[in-house]
């Protein structure tokens, strides 16, 4: 029997956010490999860092400059060094607070596999004045 799996949601990470329109905005991505090419099938709540006007992947080693997550937006394929995704497949992402975060949701390894040190990640994120919280447990024993 097949197993049916879904993918990561923006929902999984982002518990509240006041307005998409000031937490979010369109744009282009780049990858920071220096040979052959990039794929990322599940881009959704992959952390990104800003350099210049351009948004780009994190990796490993980039903790403290991450400024945002990819909300939605097409698996990246075969992106070339150097190269932005396509203008015309903008990806949403969550630049702005206020907004409130699920800290178990934030990814624990770069594209390449690599490690992320999740709370130095965290410490950027709240210089930024985003809210980071452990997820709350979904349900409780009542006792007499």
Do not use: W
Request: proline content about 6%.
């Amino acid at each position: 029997m097949t197993t049916l799996s879904q993918g990561r949601s923006a929902g999984d990470l982002v518990v509240h956010m006041e307005s998409s329109e000031y937490c979010t905005t369109s744009a282009t991505v780049k990858g920071q490999h220096t040979s052959g090419t990039l794929d990322l099938a599940d881009p959704v709540n992959y952390p990104v860092i800003l350099s210049g006007t351009q948004y780009k992947l994190a990796k490993s080693g980039d903790e403290a400059s991450v400024v945002g997550f990819i909300m939605q937006g097409p698996p990246i394929e075969d992106l070339e060094v150097d190269t932005a995704t396509k203008a015309t497949q903008p990806y949403q992402i969550l630049k702005n607070p206020p907004a409130i975060l699920n800290k178990d949701k934030i990814p624990t390894t770069d594209y390449n596999g690599a490690s992320f040190n999740v709370t130095t990640m965290v410490t950027a994120l709240k210089t930024l004045k985003f809210e980071v919280r452990n997820e709350a447990t979904k349900s409780t024993t009542q006792t007499e």
